[in-house]
């Protein structure tokens, strides 16, 4: 299939040049969805932000042009309620966090590229370099859970990334980024339309030696799209991206190698590589007045490989993922009894097949096969979702979801010394999700809701399986459960001129049985309880159409409430953080100046569910952009942790003996690039 995905690419290309270069040239009304205010992921349709009972926020193409972020996890920094923490400094690894899960943040939000599933059905979590920043049109983030919508994994919110659909008539970019530690960025894309069919293709290179030693990356992407309206009543759009990586681990340091040296790595030859492509095809059915319905139909392939070598122990893990999805909805729009009703109904179905291969030497520097793996998780999940306006300015949003999965777990030890017994072993899971929100429309765009959710999670297929050495046997961990909870939040959104607008929004998250890792029992568990809760608060100012004045701040508190760490907090999760941003634009003609100001505070180290070893530090940086547009060339350069800060995002408390060891952040760095639009 892998090849199937590269023979699409070739087919954009050859499609590409006929639509681009065609003598007639349609308006497309595709482009009036990509305004700030209607987003598409708080009801799996197009809606108006302020009518979504939710705290919504839109990253468009202009934060995207002043920020010196390299990839999406850099982008979501700045934004309220959203804690990034970055291993390797390149995104790759990255933790997003909303609303304090620490650990575990990764597989408690959910994320999407043009509304279709990106988490991993394992421990991997989510690849954010797998969609290059210049792809993007926007981003779409809806705070607190998403779990009737959405299902699986939407606990403390959900992230779609919009990448741009074809342009109404020809255009052409090309650019160069430069940057500290050797980086280097080419990119290219065109894009363009005749009648009903429209078409784009990209294609970029990024590399960088990182910050610190074995800190390389390196990528190349590539992908396109393809739209076709085939009468008013139909239309037809083909998509397809191909992603491949390697990168170094550079592993973590304690604080004595910190101060020593906090560029050095112990694990010089630790490697990973990735190859990761999708193709989906979509439909939109235009039924009249009775509604329409929205049809996807994707599959994605995922190859990774970890290589940790070493002369006595050396250890290489081989994944392959197969992810196959079918996504029907119904959506219809129209008025009952004389008041505004929006009901969607839908239903996912996912097949998803995982091949593990593991290599592993004792005594010997070579390695040799140890284990393997056939995991296949299947679930389907059916929703409604109704948004029924009692008055003109008042909405009543209902839903509720079902879904099931079923794993078939597969698993053989070939070690030569005291394999264990295999594991052959089906299990299933199913849980029910609901939500009820009301919103009052107070005033134009000014907007009062509350709501109450209950969402679920289920187990990884790492967290499932357990090596039983005791036992003598691979087996599965019975004793661990699917994670809930329920949710409440009320919020007000107030725009007190068109230039000026606040919002506010108070949480709180019961959260029963969330799921952890365990490092004294090796073993993946159920906490007892715990509660999120906080309070996020957004401001944006303009003064007299030249400065733009931008601020958010997160009062976060996440905490054990029974067992063993009642009372604690959740590791990684800061009580608070803040941040500032300001743009002056056009008092010099084209010229553009951005600040970012981030703030987070401290939090305990990762795996210190007992509160007892020193937090890590509360850090700030700020970061400093000039950029100016003259005709068809863009310029720019960026200074990032322009005070020289050192500093560190991830802690964790690891080794035979616990110990507390850190992954440094970058210092001050620099990026400049030029890009050339026609």
Avoid: C
Avoid at 153 to 164: D, Q, R, S
Avoid at 330 to 339: F, I, L, P, Q, S
Wanted: net charge negative; glycine share 8%; charged share 25%.
């Amino acid at each position: 299939m892998k090849e199937g995905i590269r023979a699409l690419m070739a087919v954009f290309a050859i499609l590409l040049p006929n639509v681009l270069f065609a003598q007639e040239a349609q308006k497309d009304s595709r482009s009036d969805v990509v305004m700030k205010e209607v987003v598409v992921t708080g009801t799996r349709s197009e809606e108006r932000i302020e009518r979504i009972p939710a705290n919504v926020t839109v990253i468009d193409q202009g934060d995207i042009k002043n920020s010196n972020a390299k990839n999406v996890a850099d982008l979501l920094r700045s934004e309220q309620g959203i804690v990034v923490r970055d291993l390797l400094s390149n995104g790759k690894s990255a933790q997003v966090d909303l609303r304090g899960f620490g650990e575990a943040a990764a597989y408690n939000n959910l994320v999407l590229v043009d509304g279709r599933r990106v988490n991993e059905i394992d421990l991997s979590g989510v690849d954010w370099t797998q969609i290059p920043l210049d792809q993007i049109e926007r981003i779409e983030i809806v705070r607190g859970t998403g779990t009737v919508l959405y299902g699986d994994n939407a606990v403390g919110g959900v992230i779609n990334i919009i990448t741009k659909t074809p342009s109404d008539r020809f255009a052409a970019s090309a650019g160069i980024v430069a940057g500290s530690y050797s980086r280097n960025k080419d990119y290219a894309s065109v894009s363009g339309s005749h009648g009903p069919l429209a078409a784009s293709l990209y294609g970029s290179y990024d590399a960088t030696q990182g910050y610190r030693e074995n800190n390389l990356y390196r990528a190349k992407d590539g992908g396109g799209k393809i739209v076709y309206d085939i009468a008013q009543f139909l239309s037809l759009n083909l998509s397809g991206s191909y992603h491949e990586d390697d990168y170094g681990l550079p592993g973590p340091l304690t604080k004595e190698q910190l101060s020593r040296n906090r560029r050095a790595s112990l694990d010089p030859l630790d490697k990973a590589h990735t190859e990761d492509g999708y193709l989906k095809l979509g439909s939109d059915l235009f039924f009249g007045n009775w509604g329409n319905l929205v049809t996807d139909l994707s599959y994605r392939n995922r190859d990774s490989k970890s290589d940790f070598p070493d002369s006595l122990f050396p250890y290489v893990l081989e994944s392959h993922i197969d992810t196959y999805g079918f996504n029907p909805r119904y959506v219809h729009k129209a008025d009952v009894m004389g008041h505004k009703n929006t009901l969607i109904a839908g239903v996912d179905f996912y097949w998803i097949d995982q091949d593990l291969k593991t290599y592993s030497g004792f005594f010997s520097p070579s390695a040799t096969l140890t284990g393997v793996a056939d995991i296949s998780r299947d679930s389907y999940g059916f929703y409604v979702n109704d948004d029924f306006s009692l008055l003109e300015n008042l909405i009543l949003t209902l839903g509720a979801r079902h879904e099931k999965a079923e794993y078939d777990l597969h698993h053989r030890d070939l070690s030569a010394f005291f394999p264990l017994a295999p594991l052959d072993e089906t299990i299933e899971a199913s849980e029910n999700a609901y939500t009820a929100g009301l919103t009052w429309l107070y005033s134009g765009k000014s907007a009062l809701f509350g709501r109450y959710n209950r969402s679920f999670r289920f187990p990884l297929t790492d967290e499932l399986v357990l090596f039983d050495y005791t036992a003598g046997k691979i087996r599965v961990n019975q004793d661990l459960k699917p994670q809930t909870g329920d949710h409440y939040e009320v919020g007000v959104k107030h725009f007190f001129s068109p230039n000026f607008q606040v919002n506010v929004t108070l949480y709180r998250a019961e959260i029963q049985n969330e799921i952890f890792y365990n490092k004294t029992t090796f073993t993946n568990e159920n906490y007892d309880e715990t509660l999120h809760q906080g309070v996020e608060i957004g401001a944006r100012v303009e003064l007299l159409e030249k400065v733009t004045l931008l601020g958010n701040y997160t009062y976060e508190k996440a905490s054990f409430r029974h067992g063993p760490f009642d009372g604690n907090d959740i590791p990684a999760v800061p009580r608070n953080k803040f941040n500032l941003g300001l743009r002056i634009h056009d008092i010099i003609p084209n010229l553009v100046f951005s600040a970012d100001y981030r703030y987070a505070g401290d939090s305990y180290l990762i795996s210190d569910q007992a509160n007892r070893f020193e937090k890590l530090d509360s850090y700030y940086t700020l970061d400093l952009r000039l950029s100016y547009a003259w005709k068809w060339i863009n310029a720019f350069v960026g200074v990032n942790n322009v005070t020289d800060q050192n500093y560190s995002e991830y802690g964790v408390i690891g080794g035979f003996t616990p110990t507390p060891y850190y992954y440094p952040a970058p210092e001050r760095n620099w990026v400049a690039g030029i890009e050339i639009r026609y």
